[in-house]
């Protein structure tokens, strides 16, 4: 038989196997890369992790020691005891924490925290005064909560779903953000924690019970004038009132009113609101029947650097579209689903006009 007749594989050795030549003579070893490296490379890990990381080397170790990486930590109900403790033993100065319980449901038998809340409370005792920056979510626990008066250089509080007294929330003096979702807060606490907390930048207000808006918007008005976002989406709406006390806060940014529809007559508080926040980027409101073209265009001339636009469900017309679209040089995005009187060919026809601006109709 011809050479050129013999297959393939007896012509050519075929191996997938590297020659002794081409197997590298130095391995890659995670332990040798430098400390740091390591260190940022943990960060991204959960403590459950580090741990395990820990384990393998000298290096490792030594890496999930470092006190950066327990600078923002998160104490969680499905941690073990041991997990609990060891994490706590390497925590020194921390300036964020995050305690999270199961998820509150009324409807299911209330958990046993016993345990976590003494890991909870021992956190709180030991570092609370290195926080700037608290988020709970779940907590029923009186006592827990009482230790907020630890916490007195906290700038951000967050609570989610959350009942107690917060007796201390009023002694913390340096507070920037302030947000509660779902949670039981009595009304007379966050007054006061409004008033003695004057740089406030921020105030977020979602489904919480017992709170009365209108009161809360004429403190803001009259103490934090300097806050830059307010929203409320509470189930006792804004009134005329508490917009005409937002209306002094002269840097606010954004504003949103959700959780409408709101029924009352707006009177002249957009008025008042546009000579008042000239800087308004986003603007919400939903449902407020009572306004109209009329008492939007002060708005719409005044509030130039205006960006957002949603006014879903209120009782304007295609007057107040055309007019935002030539008085707003930034605006981007602009919401009317449910304004009854817009119909859609006549957005549709908008937009093709202002191509650079998103009108939403739906």
Known sequence: MDSDDEPLSKKFKLSTRPS?????????????LPHLTLVNVLKYLDFKTVCMCATLCRSLYEASTDTSLYKNITLKHTMSKGQLKAYLLRVSRP???????????????????????????????????????????????????????????LQRVKFMRCKA?????????????????????????????????????????CDNIN???????????????????????ENRHMRAKGLKGLARCNKL??????????????????QQMAAGCPLLERLVI?????????????????????????????????????????SLPLLKTMDVYKCSRIKKGQILKLQQEFQEIDFAIY
């Open 286 to 326: 939903y449902g407020w029947k009572g306004i109209n073209d009329d008492n939007l265009m002060p708005v719409l001339q005044c509030c130039t650097q205006l960006k957002n636009l949603d006014l879903r469900g209120i009782d304007i017309t295609i007057k107040s579209c055309r007019e935002a679209a030539l």
């Open 95 to 153: 300036r964020s924490l995050s305690i999270e319980y199961k998820w509150y449901d009324k409807r299911q038998q209330s958990e046993d925290y016993t345990e976590f809340n003494e890991y909870i409370i021992l956190a709180l005792k030991s570092f609370g005064q290195y926080l700037t920056s608290l988020n709970v979510e779940s907590c029923r626990t009186e006592e827990v909560l009482s230790y907020l008066s630890e916490c007195s250089n």
């Open 20 to 32: 002794v030549e081409e197997i590298p003579t130095h391995s890659f070893n995670i332990a040798n």
């Open 253 to 270: 940014r954004i504003l949103e009113l959700t959780g409408g529809p709101y029924h009352c007559d707006p009177e002249d508080s957009l």
């Open 165 to 205: 007294s917060f007796e201390p929330l009023p002694r913390i003096t340096g507070l920037t953000h302030i947000y509660f979702l779902c949670s039981d807060i009595p009304n007379a606490v966050l007054l006061d924690t409004l008033k003695v907390n004057r740089n406030l930048k921020s105030i977020s207000l």
């Open 211 to 233: 709170l009365y808006v209108n009161g809360i918007a004429e403190v803001i008005g009259e103490y934090n004038q300097n806050v830059e976002k307010v929203k409320f989406c």
